[in-house]
């Protein structure tokens, strides 16, 4: 089943279990799905589809972040508990010794030797972690592989 068949699936579901939260963030995820088929003048692939998923996760984390500095932990809640619906439909994430046995392996792949080689590194290496590990994480790794 793909992915956009899923997120219906489970809007259905959460209608007739009258879950108002999950109903609400899958429309939500739905409509910004729907935006950029139509910017796209397309269907979404499943990676495009969790592109867009990433992006509402990485909303969710920084407006946590905003709500706490701001002392509104009632509405750090309510994000929390969209993050956890949100995350159910991203892969398994990696974990840091498997994204640093990857990190090596690529950098062997890609001939690597300084902090100079990072784009070739990254560039190699995005598409073998999209969705499984945060981007800012994986460039901070690989500076570290290549500078140490």
Known sequence: ???????????KEA????????VSVLRLLNSEIKNKEIDKKGELSDDEILAVIQKAVKQRKEAIEQYEKADRSDLAEKEKKELEILESYLPKPLSEGELNALIDEVIKEVGATSVKDMGKVMQAIM????????????NQLVRKRLSG
């Open 15 to 22: 209608m007739k279990a009258k879950d108002m939260l999950k």
């Open 127 to 138: 598409p073998k972690v999209r969705g499984r590990a945060d981007g800012k994480l994986v």
């Open 1 to 11: 089943m793909s992915l956009k068949k899923k997120i219906m699936e489970d809007m």
